[in-house]
């Protein structure tokens, strides 16, 4: 994970000045915390802002009642997780160690508080950004998975709760940790199982419980309306999100998978202009959401875009898979697109089980002491496998052409073709897939010669084609041949960003004739928002 660039310690005990907390003492009410009593539990909305002007407040292990880590909130100090910005659940139970005096300020009144004191607000989201990178990076949280290394279920939710930032810890099934979970919320031994807290075992778990349980769309009211809808979270989205925030819009970041989108599974993007180092695309994106919700933005997620209306007052109308409808004066379509299923028998079958479509540290574990096979020419493909050489034995990367000068990035094509643990097969294709629950090998056959050759492998990642993401748009704006949507001259207008019907924009990978790049991306999510403001404010 790429640094912060400061010690995360004293990034976590950041104080307020004293202008700040007299700010707090005049919105909030000092309330007084016995020793024993529970300040938060997993799962309970983040509804307040708490700061500790003495006294002292620990974190709690749900299983043991014990103190959780070794550290704790003294005088000067505040509770709170970066969750709070958006109206989410604890993901730690707190309790006060001792007799504890606070300043309590409801979660509304300090956003508004923080939006009128920039200096307060940047300390703020410093400290719940820098808390929750060491929660992550110590896999402490409760929210628990064990037995995602044989449950392809649960390598789901540790794929959505990795790529959305989510802390949790996972456990081998049998393991001597998995015995005592199991042996507390009173489940079999050797079930897979998702826990949440002391004593919540997800049934059938899902991408959108878990969602549910950390309350992430809570404050999203059916029918609700905004200035503007943004579909989609990945670069151009999020960059949108910000923008539009920061001109004092109302929006709402809508992603069906993970904030990120397909540039979240990047797990290092080194020409990105101001990271010399380079950043994965999760960090750089997940910044700028922490940014967007500064300046108010929502985000609605795991949430798919399922048909999209125009209303007799010229609004536009969203629904999503679950029903639920919200509207807005504006769209902007920032929807990017997907790989394409490749047509290979059996492929289906072992998706989730061998078969990935990202490279992210949840997929990488999956890869230890075996041959990782990537099919793809292009910049993702090749991040994919310098990042996989990793953890794999090696790492295989089929490509139908016989160059890869046309598809990828000139610095990393020829760092693939420097690392050892890298081969490259030009002209190569996977023509047919072995195991019986989980992937055990593949057939590659070249192209030219009509040879073939058998490759030992549990994990093969497809990285090709690009397929957009656009038949929620249900015929309200044009599109080219391969479904992209048409913007600016093309679609009859004389804004790059517009779309053939008036309100509607797009932005990023999805726009016919867009460069598919991050830093483009981000470039237009950014610049579209001016057009937005004026056709609302028109």
Same mark, same amino acid.
């Given at each position: 994970?790429?640094?912060?660039?400061?010690?995360?310690?004293?990034?976590?005990?950041?104080?307020?000045?004293?202008?700040?907390?007299?700010?707090?003492?005049?919105?909030?009410?000092?309330?007084?915390? @016995?020793?024993?009593?529970?300040?938060?539990?997993?799962?309970? @909305?983040?509804?307040?802002?708490?700061?500790?002007?003495?006294?002292?407040?620990?974190?709690?292990?749900?299983?043991?009642?014990?103190?959780?880590?070794?550290?704790?909130?003294?005088?000067?100090?505040?509770?709170?997780?970066?969750?709070?910005?958006?109206?989410?659940?604890?993901?730690?139970?707190?309790?006060?160690?001792?007799?504890?005096?606070?300043?309590?300020?409801?979660?509304?009144?300090?956003?508004?508080?923080?939006?009128?004191?920039?200096?307060?607000?940047?300390?703020?989201?410093?400290?719940?950004?820098?808390?929750?990178?060491?929660?992550?990076?110590?896999?402490?949280?409760?929210?628990?998975?064990?037995?995602?290394?044989?449950?392809?279920?649960?390598?789901?939710?540790?794929?959505?709760?990795?790529?959305?930032?989510?802390?949790?810890?996972?456990?081998?099934?049998?393991?001597?940790?998995?015995?005592?979970?199991?042996?507390? /919320?009173?489940?079999?031994?050797?079930?897979?199982?998702?826990?949440?807290?002391?004593?919540?075992?997800?049934?059938?778990?899902?991408?959108?419980?878990?969602?549910?349980?950390?309350?992430?769309?809570?404050?999203?009211?059916?029918?609700?309306?905004?200035?503007?809808?943004?579909?989609?979270?990945?670069?151009?989205?999020?960059?949108?999100?910000?923008?539009?925030?920061?001109?004092?819009?109302?929006?709402?970041?809508?992603?069906?998978?993970?904030?990120?989108?397909?540039?979240?599974?990047?797990?290092?993007?080194?020409?990105?202009?101001?990271?010399?180092?380079?950043?994965?695309?999760?960090?750089?994106?997940?910044?700028?959401?922490?940014?967007?919700?500064?300046?108010?933005?929502?985000?609605?997620?795991?949430?798919?875009?399922?048909?999209?209306?125009?209303?007799?007052?010229?609004?536009? /109308?969203?629904?999503?898979?679950?029903?639920?409808?919200?509207?807005?004066?504006?769209?902007?379509?920032?929807?990017?697109?997907?790989?394409?299923?490749?047509?290979?028998?059996?492929?289906?079958?072992?998706?989730?089980?061998?078969?990935?479509?990202?490279?992210?540290?949840?997929?990488?574990?999956? /890869?230890?002491?075996?041959?990782?096979?990537?099919?793809?020419?292009?910049?993702?493909?090749?991040?994919?496998?310098?990042?996989?050489?990793?953890?794999?034995? /090696?790492?295989?990367?089929?490509?139908?052409?016989?160059?890869?000068?046309?598809?990828?990035?000139?610095?990393?094509?020829?760092?693939?073709? #420097?690392?050892?643990?890298?081969?490259?097969?030009?002209?190569?294709?996977?023509?047919?897939?072995?195991?019986?629950?989980?992937?055990?090998?593949?057939?590659?056959?070249?192209?030219?010669?009509?040879?073939?050759?058998?490759?030992?492998?549990?994990?093969?990642?497809?990285?090709?084609?690009?397929? @957009?993401?656009?038949?929620?748009?249900?015929?309200?704006?044009?599109?080219?041949?391969?479904?992209?949507?048409?913007?600016?001259?093309?679609?009859?207008?004389?804004? @790059?960003? #517009?779309?053939?019907?008036?309100?509607?924009?797009?932005?990023?990978?999805?726009?016919?004739?867009?460069?598919?790049?991050?830093?483009?991306?981000?470039?237009?999510?950014?610049?579209?928002?001016?057009?937005?403001?004026?056709?609302?404010?028109?």
């Amino acid at each position: 994970m790429e640094t912060i660039g400061a010690d995360l310690r004293q990034m976590i005990r950041t104080p307020l000045a004293p202008a700040h907390v007299e700010a707090l003492r005049a919105a909030g009410t000092v309330e007084h915390y @016995p020793a024993g009593t529970m300040l938060a539990r997993p799962g309970e @909305p983040i509804d307040r802002f708490v700061y500790v002007l003495d006294g002292e407040i620990e974190v709690v292990n749900p299983y043991t009642d014990e103190r959780h880590l070794p550290s704790t909130l003294g005088p000067t100090q505040f509770m709170g997780e970066i969750a709070f910005m958006s109206g989410g659940a604890w993901t730690l139970a707190m309790r006060a160690a001792q007799g504890t005096r606070a300043i309590s300020v409801p979660r509304e009144t300090m956003l508004t508080l923080m939006a009128q004191i920039p200096e307060m607000s940047d300390i703020i989201i410093t400290v719940f950004a820098a808390r929750r990178r060491r929660q992550i990076d110590s896999g402490d949280g409760t929210l628990t998975l064990i037995g995602e290394e044989v449950d392809r279920d649960i390598r789901r939710i540790a794929d959505f709760a990795s790529r959305n930032r989510i802390p949790h810890s996972t456990i081998a099934l049998g393991s001597e940790a998995a015995l005592a979970a199991a042996n507390t /919320c009173a489940l079999p031994p050797d079930r897979p199982a998702v826990i949440f807290g002391r004593d919540v075992v997800v049934a059938d778990p899902t991408p959108e419980k878990i969602a549910r349980l950390l309350h992430l769309n809570r404050d999203l009211r059916d029918d609700e309306a905004f200035d503007v809808l943004i579909v989609g979270g990945g670069p151009a989205g999020v960059a949108a999100g910000v923008y539009a925030g920061a001109e004092g819009l109302r929006a709402l970041v809508i992603e069906d998978i993970a904030i990120g989108g397909q540039a979240g599974t990047s797990s290092r993007i080194e020409n990105y202009m101001g990271f010399p180092t380079g950043i994965s695309g999760g960090d750089l994106v997940w910044r700028g959401e922490v940014q967007a919700m500064k300046f108010g933005t929502r985000f609605a997620m795991p949430r798919r875009v399922t048909a999209l209306e125009q209303l007799e007052d010229g609004s536009f /109308c969203a629904t999503f898979d679950s029903g639920q409808r919200v509207r807005g004066r504006a769209v902007i379509v920032a929807a990017g697109v997907q790989y394409r299923r490749l047509p290979i028998d059996r492929l289906a079958e072992f998706e989730g089980a061998g078969v990935y479509y990202a490279a992210t540290e949840v997929e990488a574990r999956y /890869c230890k002491g075996t041959q990782a096979v990537v099919i793809g020419g292009g910049n993702s493909a090749g991040q994919a496998a310098m990042y996989l050489s990793r953890s794999a034995r /090696c790492v295989h990367v089929l490509v139908r052409g016989t160059s890869l000068a046309a598809s990828m990035s000139s610095y990393l094509s020829s760092r693939l073709e #420097a690392d050892p643990a890298i081969t490259i097969g030009y002209g190569a294709e996977v023509v047919a897939l072995h195991g019986d629950d989980h992937l055990e090998g593949v057939t590659v056959r070249d192209r030219a010669s009509g040879t073939t050759r058998e490759i030992e492998s549990r994990a093969l990642f497809v990285m090709v084609g690009a397929a @957009p993401n656009t038949g929620w748009l249900s015929g309200l704006v044009a599109l080219d041949p391969g479904g992209f949507v048409l913007t600016g001259t093309a679609a009859g207008t004389d804004s @790059p960003y #517009a779309t053939s019907r008036p309100g509607i924009y797009a932005v990023g990978d999805v726009r016919s004739g867009s460069v598919k790049r991050v830093a483009s991306a981000v470039g237009e999510g950014s610049v579209v928002v001016s057009q937005v403001w004026s056709y609302i404010n028109r």
